[in-house]
């Protein structure tokens, strides 16, 4: 957590970007900021040049090692975190995005990364779905990756009582996730 949060004060002192700030410059670099961000591990506001106020924030989740698969507790939690952060975001605020942190490459969280790229690129839920699900498309380690994830969302919706969880509600939720959602991997 610490380290990450140098990354961000080098950035907040320098006066550059990052690109999971999607061009926007650090304003403030914040930590354990529960209960008022539900993934908290560090908070980033940023804000482009020419905004007053900041326009962007930035929840990471920081975890050396994540198991992402459906049986895994603390990646049902982590899950369940990003989703209560998604429930929760204010219509009239700032944008708010995630980022998932962890040491170093990881097939697992590879995996992750590259749909969170796909869902970014896709125009809704039924596209990034159909997409990565076409055959000889992507690996089936990719494939199941997504379905571990769509597993994970179920869960973390009924968990957070969310009444939408019919099919068509959670793929809708997983892409908004993963469109949301930076994977890094710093060594």
């Known amino acids: 957590e610490r380290k990450v949060a140098v990354t961000y004060l080098d ?19 914040a930590f354990q900021q529960s209960p008022d961000h539900a993934v908290d591990d560090v908070v980033i506001t940023a804000s482009r040049a020419d905004e007053m106020q900041p326009s962007l924030v930035l929840a990471i989740a920081v975890r050396r090692e994540p198991d992402l698969i459906k049986s895994d507790e ?11 952060g998604m429930v929760n975001v204010p219509a009239d605020g700032p944008e708010h995005v995630f980022a998932l942190v962890v040491a170093g490459s990881q097939d697992q969280v590879k995996q992750l990364g590259a749909l969170a790229d796909l869902a970014k690129n896709q125009t809704n839920a039924a596209a990034f779905f159909h997409l990565v699900r076409t055959p000889n498309k992507f690996t089936a380690d990719t494939r199941a990756r997504l379905d571990h994830l769509e597993a994970l969302v ?15 509600g ?10 949301r959602l930076t994977v890094l991997m710093p060594r």
């Open 11 to 29: 950035h907040l002192l320098v006066g550059d970007a990052a690109a999971e700030l999607r061009e926007r410059h650090v304003v403030s670099v």
């Open 74 to 84: 603390r990646t049902r939690k982590l899950i369940r975190d990003f989703l209560r």
């Open 154 to 168: 179920r869960e973390g919706l009924a968990d957070l009582h969310v009444t939408d969880r019919d099919t068509t």
């Open 170 to 179: 959670v793929q809708q939720r997983t892409w908004e996730l993963l469109s």
